[in-house]
């Protein structure tokens, strides 16, 4: 059903901004909740950020809530992440994902497609 194909990553400096783009072809995934995720070298993926399929509803992990914001352009279908302050310890490959329904959730095994991942490094 369709591609989730992020854009936005690469390399940026410390207490810089970021923002990553999930986009869907066509009305692909316009009825799935939508999240992001991030993996480190070493570590579990990791949950960071999830919307509903209408856009009105989102949730934030609690270490990245105030730093990082989940956003749903409907009309447009594509979900954006914007990234703020960021260190070192969020280096890593994000992914974006699409739930099996509706609503979202935190588990990583809650949604049954996957973008490609996409690299994001920061710098001292």
């Known amino acids: 059903q369709g591609q989730l194909v992020e854009s936005g990553g690469g390399l940026v400096q410390a207490g810089g901004s970021l923002r990553l783009s999930c986009a869907a072809s066509?009305?692909?995934?316009?009825?799935?909740?939508r999240a992001w995720f991030r993996q480190a070298p070493g570590k579990e993926r990791e949950f960071l950020a999830a919307?509903?399929?209408?856009?009105?509803?989102?949730y934030h992990a609690d270490s990245v809530k105030g730093r990082f914001t989940i956003s749903r352009d409907v009309a447009r279908n594509v979900v954006y992440l914007e990234m703020n302050a960021l260190n070192s310890e969020d280096s890593a490959v994000y992914y974006c994902?699409?739930?099996?329904?509706?609503?979202?959730?935190?588990?990583?095994?809650?949604?049954?497609?996957w973008g490609q991942g996409t690299q994001v490094t920061v710098s001292s």
């Open positions: 994902a699409a739930a099996y329904g509706d609503s979202e959730h935190v588990s990583s095994n809650r949604y049954n497609y």
């Open positions: 066509g009305r692909a995934f316009s009825a799935n909740a």
């Open positions: 919307v509903s399929a209408s856009g009105y509803s989102t």
